[in-house]
């Protein structure tokens, strides 16, 4: 089987409810997997959740529950969200199931028997909160250790640590060499930057069961479990083994699960979406640990940025969050969709105003799409009954640009620059409506033909924008090509070809995409 386009997001801690920032990135990957689906390629999209470690532990405690009774009724809840934001993902991860679990322990085997694992007792600081060690170096100038760490603690303790220090050069030689590896460039220089001006020190991957026993326990010592990070990225292998991947088993050859005969071809993962604050667990953890395992590298880290709500970081203490379930309920998933995309290209932070969402929705759905869409499938049911006659091209090579354009922005990941070039078409067919008033053509006997031809220009032009919806809005996307009564979904970018609406064949019936909404 040839390879899949294989695509995941960071899997979410389980410790709450879904938020903005979390359905951001799972809606930019949706698109992409949507996307080079419409292209042609064969995708597996993964996402899922981080149920292990410290966190999640306290969560459940706070909760009065067990930690696996909590993450299995927290479970649910992410499941359901993937649904309510019309994810197409292939599969979804949990960390706590046996498929994952077993894996992780058969590559910690594999490491160990290697010599990349050393028992070393740790005396330094401890910030339970980030759940990670830190040294004098991580100190500010004044002393203290940014708020971000919470409590810090002076610590003493045993534990097994991963040799990353001896990679550090071999990593900054293969970042310099694979420019695409890291994106966008300015997080690239990040990691560069990191890598050269720092010393690596060694990954701890253990933490005693006396102190956190929610976790992976470690197969050559039973009074440790893993560290969550190391558990949380194997993620991205430990399913494509579980689907029987061959490139993934070779480094398992201990590793009992998958059927040959159904087998997925998926490493490596051609994209990793994440954010900017999990960076270095991505682009420099992860490829050591790879390297480490004998396995090929992800083609590229994408990193997108953090949304804030009106100008403040978001936080449930004080209340400042965007409850993305109740935007869905109120305004439609697709308005959810496209605003999340349009508004902010993968990379900077981004910042939500209510304002700004609504002010989105009446100019570029409402008025933009929904009115072009409306005012064209009226008026060819009003004046014509709902059939086109004949093909005609005056807005085709309009068409054919925006389409290219739109794949090349595609295929390189630029969602925002993809819906800008696809309301050009939009904008340009509303101009055209503007210019050869087909209101005024229908009152005049004349002018027939020329109505015409108005007429399958306009209906063309939906049927295409139907085509390059699809991956952003799929839902209406869908509901365009109802309206024109064409069979199937707009999910093949080649029928962005111009002439594909059926000629002859009434269409259905005109409804408005966005309602207004005046309140
Ligand atoms: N569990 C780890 C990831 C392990 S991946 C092997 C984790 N989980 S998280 O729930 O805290 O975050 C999940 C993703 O959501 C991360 O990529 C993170 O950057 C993203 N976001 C969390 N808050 C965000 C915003 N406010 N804005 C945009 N994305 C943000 O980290």
């Known amino acids: 089987m040839s390879k899949a386009f294989y695509i995941t997001t960071a899997i979410n801690y389980v410790n709450g409810q879904p938020h903005l920032g979390h359905a951001y990135e799972e809606i930019v990957t949706d698109v992409i997997a949507r996307a080079r689906r419409s292209l042609g390629q064969d995708v597996f999209f993964l996402t899922g959740l981080d149920e292990h470690g410290q966190k999640v532990q306290q969560a459940a405690q706070a909760d009065g529950k067990s930690p696996q009774v909590y993450c299995d009724e927290l479970a649910s809840d992410w499941e359901a969200f993937t649904r309510k934001l019309e994810l197409t993902n292939n599969d979804f991860v949990r960390t706590t199931s046996a498929r994952h679990k077993e894996f992780v322990q058969a590559i910690l085997s594999k490491l160990h028997a290697a010599g990349e694992f050393y028992q070393k007792t740790y005396d330094g600081f401890y910030s339970a909160r980030e759940e990670t060690f830190l040294t ?18 002076k610590l003493q303790e045993s534990n097994y640590w991963f040799k990353l220090k001896a990679h550090q050069q071999w990593l900054i030689d293969y970042i310099e060499a694979n420019p695409s590896f890291v994106q966008p460039d300015y997080r ?203 093909r005609h091209d005056e807005l085709a090579p309009d068409a054919a640009k925006v389409a290219a354009d739109t794949r090349a922005l595609l295929e390189n990941n630029e969602l925002q620059g993809a819906l800008q070039s696809i309301w050009h078409l939009v904008n340009r067919a509303n101009q055209y409506v503007d210019q050869t008033k087909p209101f005024s053509l229908a009152k005049d006997p004349t002018q027939t033909r020329r109505l015409d031809e108005v007429l399958y220009n306009l209906t063309e032009t939906c049927r295409v924008l139907a085509v390059l919806l699809w991956p952003f809005i799929p839902g209406t996307a869908t509901k365009i090509y109802a309206q024109l009564g064409l069979s199937g979904s707009p999910d093949k970018y080649s029928a962005t070809t111009w002439g594909g609406l059926n000629v002859a064949r009434p269409i259905g019936e005109p409804a408005p995409l966005f309602p207004r909404k005046d309140a």
């Open 188 to 390: 690239r220089n990040e990691v560069l930057g990191f890598l050269k001006n720092n010393e690596l020190e060694d990954l701890c991957i253990s933490r005693p069961l006396a102190r956190l026993n929610w976790g992976i326990p470690l197969p050559f010592d039973k009074d440790y479990v893993t560290y969550v990070w190391f558990d949380a990225l194997v993620n991205y292998i430990s399913i494509p083994a579980a689907h029987g991947d061959k490139n993934v088993m070779t480094a398992t050859p201990n590793f009992g699960r998958g059927t040959s005969d159904s087998a997925l071809n998926l490493w490596p993962a051609d994209i990793h979406v994440i954010g900017k604050d999990i960076l270095k667990f991505h682009a420099v953890y992860w490829p050591i640990m790879l390297k480490a395992m004998g396995l090929t590298l992800p083609k590229q880290i994408l990193a997108h940025g953090w949304w804030q709500k009106d100008g403040e970081k978001m936080s449930k203490s004080t209340g400042n969050i965007v409850d993305p379930v109740a935007v869905i309920n109120e305004w439609g998933v697709d308005a959810f969709r496209f605003y999340v995309v349009r508004e902010l290209d993968i990379g900077p932070d981004g910042n939500w105003t209510d304002a700004g969402f609504k002010s989105r929705y009446q100019a570029e759905l409402a008025n933009g799409l929904g009115n072009l869409v409306n005012r064209s499938l009226s008026m060819l049911k009003r004046y014509r009954n709902g059939v086109v006659t004949a």
């Open 136 to 153: 004098e170096k991580d100190r500010r100038p004044d002393g203290t250790f940014d708020p971000t760490y919470g409590e810090v603690v």
